[in-house]
């Protein structure tokens, strides 16, 4: 029986002293806080042209010229927004294709959706449209004030797209609208076709442009250039309502011209784009093609300059919230990044340091950079960490920096070491413990822990409290209401002005004996 209440006595020892340095805790010299890969990146606060990008859909993605999987969110990276097409007023109709059953902007109520988004490959965004031959198109039906609503007369328009066909094969229809007009007191078909032709690209107006006297007209715009499959290509129609002048580009280089006009020259009377038809009739895409098909957009103006680039000539930035290290007096040690920087890319970083911040979760102060893996200055110190980041692509937008994940590594200012010299007084019915001072720039008191048995600080009979009791910065104090005969056992710990505090470790132990002759207490 004694040694199990020798054992059960141990035990609640232990889970006792547990307890108290839970309230207690001592602190580790140095800390790591993570962000990105496997901690994620919940701290962090996109502001401009940045996103986090996991590359989408099973397989790999090309992104920056690194390959990523999809399949681990911890593959997240921090990089430059893509500089997709914005809807704006003049936005007719845009398609980004990055997932199933969705219209970005325009005039278009979507009918059917049949393509593919695999997402194994894409031009901009984490997805394209993929359409295998006669499987699958997507129909949209024009609505009111669109381009291709009945009985409206057209100005400038433009027609873009990115094309990455598998096969190229003859007739296979990239865009597709049909209706009809009436023509000398006879309907007429109207048909805008966009179709592969001898490994390029036919543009086919049928009775689209409207000439005097309203007879029939067609014309048709065919690039020079052969494509090759399996390659990523933009292409753009636009018209130039003032001069007549339709202009095919393919990747920003003009490909043909045609002016449609009365002498087909400049300077001659325009035929305006006119839809007629007693009812909408639905824009089809992808009728008969096999391929990807990505950022669709239809315009109300002339556009000679699009988006060829995948990223803006401008920074993009983040800012981390404030990150809690702990103490008022915790120092940086160093920040180590893991990124990729290509050609002219780059990254720049920067911090801010303070023990207090706003209620919208900011630090005050000015941002100061630093340099990945190099010492912070010493002087460097506060509870709150807040870093941001700037993204710069490379010269030409083709490029943008990534990073992947953050390590900063920290010092919390040490708590005050305890007192090394304690004396134990005796009196009747009391005992008066006291020690030396402890030197501490940041000090704000002491705690006296007791008890009856040795490790054993569950005292709750003095008069002055239960243990563990707050001193202040006194370096003495006599506990009454004791019994006399009885041992009790103290240690002493020094907390700083921490908020929260943090007590140091505990001193070495000492005891004594409340009784009426005075006997000394000994360590």
């Given at each position: 029986?004694?040694?199990?209440?020798?054992?059960?006595?141990?035990?609640?020892?232990?889970?006792?002293?547990?307890?108290?340095?839970?309230?207690l805790?001592?602190?580790?010299?140095?800390?790591e806080?993570?962000?990105?890969?496997?901690?994620?990146?919940?701290?962090?606060?996109?502001?401009?042209?940045?996103?986090?990008?996991?590359?989408?859909?099973?397989?790999?993605?090309?992104i920056?010229?690194?390959?990523?999987?999809?399949?681990?969110?911890s593959?997240?990276?921090?990089?430059?927004?893509?500089?997709?097409?914005?809807?704006?007023?003049?936005?007719?109709?845009?398609?980004?294709?990055?997932?199933?059953?969705?219209?970005?902007?325009?005039?278009?109520?979507?009918?059917?959706?049949?393509?593919?988004?695999?997402?194994?490959?894409?031009?901009?965004?984490?997805?394209?449209?993929?359409?295998?031959?006669?499987?699958?198109?997507?129909?949209?039906?024009?609505?009111?004030?669109?381009?291709?609503y009945?009985?409206t007369?057209?100005?400038?328009?433009?027609?873009?797209?990115?094309?990455?066909?598998?096969?190229?094969?003859?007739?296979?229809?990239?865009?597709?609208?049909?209706?009809?007009?009436?023509?000398?007191?006879?309907?007429?078909?109207?048909?805008?076709?966009?179709?592969?032709?001898?490994?390029?690209?036919?543009?086919?107006?049928?009775?689209?442009?409207?000439?005097?006297?309203n007879?029939?007209?067609?014309?048709?715009?065919?690039?020079?250039?052969?494509?090759?499959?399996?390659?990523?290509?933009?292409?753009?129609?636009?018209?130039?309502?003032k001069?007549?002048?339709?202009?095919?580009?393919?990747?920003?280089?003009?490909?043909?011209?045609?002016?449609?006009?009365?002498?087909?020259?400049?300077?001659?009377?325009?035929?305006?784009?006119?839809?007629?038809?007693?009812?909408?009739?639905?824009?089809?895409?992808?009728?008969?093609?096999?391929?990807?098909?990505?950022?669709?957009?239809?315009?109300?103006?002339?556009?000679?300059?699009?988006?060829?680039?995948?990223?803006?000539?401008?920074?993009?930035?983040?800012?981390?919230?404030?990150?809690?290290?702990g103490?008022?007096?915790?120092?940086?040690?160093?920040?180590?990044?893991?990124?990729?920087?290509?050609?002219?890319?780059?990254?720049?970083?920067?911090?801010?340091?303070?023990?207090?911040?706003?209620?919208?979760?900011?630090?005050?102060?000015?941002?100061?950079p630093?340099?990945p893996?190099?010492?912070?200055?010493?002087?460097?110190?506060?509870?709150?960490?807040?870093?941001?980041?700037?993204?710069?692509?490379?010269?030409?937008?083709?490029?943008?920096?990534?990073?992947?994940?953050?390590?900063?590594?920290?010092?919390?200012?040490?708590?005050?070491?305890?007192?090394?010299?304690?004396?134990?007084?005796?009196?009747?019915?009391?005992?008066?413990?006291?020690?030396?001072?402890?030197?501490a720039?940041?000090?704000?008191?002491?705690?006296?822990?007791?008890?009856?048995?040795?490790?054993d600080?569950?005292?709750?009979?003095?008069?002055?409290?239960?243990?563990?009791?707050?001193?202040?910065?006194?370096?003495?104090?006599?506990?009454?209401?004791?019994e006399?005969?009885?041992?009790y056992?103290?240690?002493?710990?020094?907390?700083?002005?921490?908020?929260?505090?943090?007590?140091?470790?505990?001193?070495?132990?000492?005891?004594?004996?409340?009784?009426?002759?005075?006997?000394?207490?000994r360590?």
């Open positions: 029986m004694k040694t199990r209440d020798v054992l059960l006595n141990q035990i609640v020892r232990i889970v006792f002293l547990t307890a108290v340095w839970a309230i805790p001592l602190p580790l010299s140095a800390s806080v993570s962000i990105g890969r496997s901690a994620g990146w919940a701290s962090l606060c996109l502001l401009s042209r940045t996103t986090l990008r996991v590359p989408s859909g099973s397989g790999e993605t090309v920056g010229g690194n390959r990523i999987s999809f399949e681990e969110k593959q997240q990276v921090l990089m430059l927004d893509e500089d997709s097409y914005r809807p704006d007023t003049n936005t007719d109709l845009l398609l980004h294709f990055d997932r199933r059953n969705e219209v970005n902007g325009g005039l278009y109520r979507l009918m059917e959706d049949g393509a593919h988004y695999p997402r194994t490959e894409r031009k901009f965004g984490p997805g394209a449209a993929l359409f295998r031959k006669m499987e699958n198109e997507i129909a949209l039906m024009p609505e009111a004030s669109s381009l291709l009945p009985d007369l057209w100005s400038d328009f433009t027609i873009e797209f990115w094309l990455r066909p598998q096969y190229l094969e003859q007739g296979e229809t990239i865009l597709l609208w049909q209706s009809s007009r009436q023509i000398e007191k006879a309907l007429a078909a109207q048909e805008i076709q966009v179709y592969v032709s001898g490994r390029s690209l036919t543009w086919r107006f049928d009775n689209i442009f409207l000439p005097p006297g007879g029939p007209f067609s014309i048709e715009i065919e690039g020079r250039t052969p494509l090759v499959p399996e390659q990523w290509h933009h292409h753009s129609l636009c018209f130039n309502a001069t007549g002048m339709l202009l095919y580009q393919v990747d920003g280089k003009d490909e043909a011209v045609r002016y449609i006009t009365a002498t087909g020259q400049e300077g001659s009377s325009v035929f305006l784009p006119y839809i007629g038809g007693p009812e909408a009739e639905p824009l089809r895409l992808g009728t008969g093609y096999t391929g990807f098909l990505d950022e669709l957009r239809i315009s109300k103006t002339l556009i000679e300059t699009s988006h060829l680039k995948p990223y803006p000539l401008k920074s993009g930035t983040a800012e981390t919230i404030p990150i809690d290290l103490g008022k007096h915790a120092r940086v040690v160093s920040i180590e990044t893991d990124s990729s920087i290509e050609g002219m890319s780059r990254i720049g970083y920067f911090y801010r340091q303070s023990n207090t911040k706003s209620d919208y979760e900011e630090l005050e102060g000015a941002w100061k630093f340099v893996g190099t010492p912070f200055p010493v002087e460097s110190k506060g509870r709150f960490l807040q870093l941001r980041f700037e993204l710069f692509p490379d010269s030409t937008g083709s490029k943008s920096p990534m990073l992947s994940e953050v390590h900063i590594l920290y010092e919390q200012d040490p708590p005050p070491v305890p007192p090394s010299l304690i004396n134990v007084v005796p009196e009747d019915g009391s005992l008066t413990i006291s020690w030396n001072a402890v030197s720039h940041d000090l704000s008191g002491y705690l006296l822990l007791y008890g009856t048995a040795p490790d600080y569950r005292g709750s009979s003095a008069h002055e409290g239960i243990s563990p009791i707050n001193v202040g910065k006194n370096t003495s104090i006599t506990l009454t209401g004791l006399n005969g009885t041992l056992f103290f240690r002493i710990a020094a907390f700083d002005n921490d908020d929260p505090q943090r007590p140091g470790p505990l001193s070495r132990e000492v005891y004594g004996r409340p009784t009426q002759n005075n006997t000394q207490g360590p």
